[in-house]
Nanobody
Framework: QVQLVESGGGLVQPGGSLRLSCAATGNIFSIKTMAWYRQAPGKERELVAAISSSSSTNYADSVKGRFTISRDNAKNTVYLQMNSLKPEDTAVYYC??????????????WGQGTLVTVSS
């Protein structure tokens, strides 16, 4: 069994910073892609940032220049460093990953979600 476990959400003031973490655990052979999505109340889930196995990155225009996605392959962990946070960044953030298990089964997983609230 493989799972994604998220942490790092919380309350932060506008202009502040926060770092989210997502660790993949279980019978992992390799991790193909890792990404962060978010969903605000009444809105559709949207891609925030993604990183490939070659460390190529992609960001939503709304967070470009403020957020940074990175990965630690030794720890099977992806991070999202969020700087200059705005109230419109408030959402539940979800980790997503495509994983090849030790039984050579390819799965796509979602984390449980972590709430980020940007407010004074």
């Amino acid at each position: 069994q493989v799972q994604l476990v998220e942490s790092g959400g919380g309350l932060v003031q506008p202009g502040g910073s926060l770092r989210l973490s997502c660790a993949a655990t279980g019978n992992i052979f390799s991790i193909k892609t890792m990404a962060w999505y978010r969903q605000a109340p009444g809105k559709e889930r949207e891609l925030v940032a993604a990183i490939s196995s070659s460390s190529s990155t992609n960001y939503a225009d709304s967070v470009k220049g403020r957020f940074t996605i990175s990965r630690d392959n030794a720890k099977n962990t992806v991070y999202l460093q969020m700087n200059s946070l705005k109230p419109e960044d408030t959402a539940v953030y979800y980790c997503n990953s495509r994983i090849l298990t030790t039984t050579r089964s390819q799965v796509e997983l979602w984390g449980q979600g972590t709430l980020v609230t940007v407010s004074s």
